[in-house]
């Protein structure tokens, strides 16, 4: 555990500003109790992170290391408002979208 905190240490020293966000393992929050939760840092990095609106009602974070899901909606979003587009148009155009996301760099902390 020392390792990870030490890296955490270096990431908040080297990165003065940047927000951090926790990503907490399911199993902490599966109690619907409410309140709050405890919960051990187990890895840190720095990363982009875009927020994209799922739905009207939810919203999700997506980590630029994770660009396959974010590309995954794009395409889904593309293909459901183009449809009749090719592969190879449907897939640059994800590309184009995901890259014009507005990314901001974080540090991500996981908790479990």
């Known amino acids: 555990m020392d390792e990870v905190m030490d890296k955490f240490r ?16 399911s199993e902490v ?6 309140g ?3 919960a051990l840092i187990t890895d840190c990095k720095i990363d982009d992170y875009v927020v994209l ?5 939810m919203s999700q974070i997506h980590l630029r290391s994770d660009m396959d ?11 459901h ?7 190879e148009e449907y897939n640059k155009l994800a ?3 995901a890259n014009d996301l507005t990314w901001e760099k974080a540090i991500i902390v996981y908790l479990a």
């Open 53 to 57: 609106q799922i739905e009207d009602d």
């Open 81 to 87: 408002e183009r449809p009749g587009l090719t592969e």
């Open 69 to 79: 899901e974010v590309m995954r909606i794009m395409y889904e979003t593309i293909k």
């Open 95 to 97: 590309a184009e979208m």
């Open 10 to 25: 270096k990431l908040l020293i080297d990165n003065l500003g940047v927000r951090i966000i926790h990503f907490v393992h």
């Open 36 to 38: 709050y939760w405890t």
């Open 29 to 34: 929050v599966e109690d619907n109790r409410g």
